[in-house]
């Protein structure tokens, strides 16, 4: 723990690590909503998965799967 | 979220008691005044709907980043509790990683019973049930800060999580059926912390660092100034661009070759607006509190 003088030097340079921190995300979000879903789509990803008859499985191992799978591609 | 966990974290610790009258009315206050003028923006210019009250629970008109003001009333209300365990966990000497997994979990089987009971997106949208983790891993964050303990080392294995899943969500398309299903959520979605927390730990680890150099050139003091003051204003600068989206920039055909022009006047505005509506309403509760100081004293001398 830290007290005294020091602590509140740590406190002054947390609330502006915040505060820019809260800036970006600000700035992030109009930008989020400047170009809505500005990514591109693997839809051949989607239909191998969709395969899969299982949908929790689907979910839980889905994301990794495709990695790999993009990943060895 | 994971900020609006750490801050209000931070606030609780400053208040002994958090269901006070005194507490909640001024938690309330901070939230709804900004937004009741935008409110009323809203109803001026986009006329009054069938059924108010069911209007006014959602947040008014669904515009982007609407509900945030409704997540934040309930968390007004629900904050003690999520801080309460995280307090009860560190009672039982398990580590914080111990209570994130178990908030996961409960957070997963939230979205199980979502699934159970086809809620509908518009509720799904409006509980903050939703960002439950994010919460609590932003009080996790605080209470590392402050106890001089934060290693963001120890949160590395979270990055390929977290980047496989934002990876496989926003990028190849691929599309959960149970957990985590609204595929308009999918990107602020729980798994999704575990791709933030490490990187907010390691901003915090070298806020130092990261200050200094940004308060090295004339540039990057600027930047970090306007960045800074768009922080403390975030709130203000949130409501000014849900109203730019939903009420200006969804009148205009939003083709992808006008998207960067969008973005370059989006930014600005938005965040220029946004300070000035802070600064204003900042200047009043400033000059109002003067006022009450003032009062008390000449009390105090008579």
Known sequence: MVYGKEQNILQTEHSQTIDLLKGICAVFVIMLHSIPGGYTKHTAFNAVLRTADDPILYDLVGPYLGCLGSAAL | MILSGLTWDASAARHSKWYTKKNLLHKFKRMALPYLPALLLK???LGLPDDPLIWLASGGYQMPGSYYVILMFQLILLFPFIRRFYNWNKS????????LAMIFLFHCVYELLTYVFRMPLPVYRLLVLRYIVFIYSGICLHRMILGGKLDWKDMRWMLPIGAAFILAIGYLGW????????????RSSAPTVFWTLPILALVFR??????AKAK?????????????LCGKASYHVYIVQMLWFGMVISRFNTASYRQ?????????????LGIGYYLLTHIKITAKDKETRDSHRLGEMK
């Open chain 2, 175 to 186: 599309q959960p059926k149970v957990l985590f299903r609204y595929s308009t959520w999918y």
């Open chain 2, 260 to 272: 960067v022009i969008i973005l370059v006047i989006s930014v600005p505005v938005c965040c220029f």
């Open chain 2, 43 to 45: 109803v001026l210019v």
């Open chain 2, 216 to 228: 090295r050139w004339k540039a990057g003091q600027w930047m970090y100034k306007t960045l800074q």
């Open chain 2, 92 to 99: 039982k000497g398990r580590s914080w990683l111990v209570g």
């Open chain 2, 206 to 211: 070298h806020k130092g660092k990261i200050l």
